[in-house]
C-alpha cells in the first residue's frame, strides 16, 4: 500500500514537471500565413505529455487523462475546387486583395468568413472531404474520382482564438502528381484559409482553388465555435 502510494506521488510529480515544462516551453509568435517545401510535413504529433509516455505504461497514461482530461478533438474541412479561370482574373472577382504569402507556385489568403464568393467562370468542387482527429495529432483524409485523387494531410493545434494548421494538399491522377502544396497558417475559428494554383497565372484551364476551415468540436460532432444563429 505504502509503494503504490509513493508511485502515484511520483506520477503527480511527473506530470507536474511536464506541465510545467509545455508552459515554460511555448514557442514565439508566428507569422499569419507560412508557405512550406512541398515534401511532407514535419510536425510532433501527439499532445504534451501523451506523446511521450510509452505505450505500455497504462497507470501513466490514466493518470495523464485524469489530471488533463481527454484531448480536445478538431475537425477539419477541405474543398479542392477546379476552375477554368486565370489568376488574376480570380484574384480580381473575389476581391481578395495581396495574398499574405506567395511562394512556390501557391498563394494564400485568410477569408473574411468561411465561404468563397464564386467566380464567374466555370468552377467545379471536385471533393469536399472531412476529418475529425484529435488536438495536436497529424491526420490524412483522401478521396478520389474515375481520374482524379485528392489527399489533405492536416495537423493543427487548437488555441485560444485561432488553429495552428499545417497543411500538405495533393492532387494526382495516373499515379502522378499534378499539384502539391504545403502552408502553415494561424488560422482564426470561423474564418477560411483559400490557396490558389500561381504556377501558370495566365492560364484559364485545370486550375486548383483549395478552401479549407477548422474548428474544436464537442463529442457529438458540433463545432464549439460556430456563430449561433439568432433566437426567433
Partial sequence: MKSQKWLIALILALLAGM?????????????????????PLVVKSGRVPDRWIPANWTLLQR????????????????????TSESAASIIAENSLGQPLAESNGLAVWVLRGTTLQQSKG????????????????????????TTDNYRADLFGRLEKGAIDLSTRLIVSSAAQTNFAGAVRAQLPYNKALFLLDMRQPASASNRMEFLLTADECDAAGNRIHAPKLPSK
Fill in 122 to 145: 466555370a468552377s467545379t468542387i471536385r471533393s469536399m472531404p472531412r476529418i475529425t482527429t484529435a488536438d495536436a495529432m497529424q491526420a490524412s483524409v483522401m478521396s478520389g474520382s
Fill in 19 to 39: 506541465t510545467l515544462f509545455v508552459f515554460l516551453d511555448r514557442p514565439p509568435a508566428l507569422p499569419a500565413v507560412t508557405i512550406l517545401p512541398s515534401t
Fill in 63 to 82: 493518470a495523464c487523462q485524469f489530471v488533463l482530461g481527454a484531448p480536445r478533438q478538431a475537425v477539419f474541412d477541405v474543398q479542392f475546387i477546379e
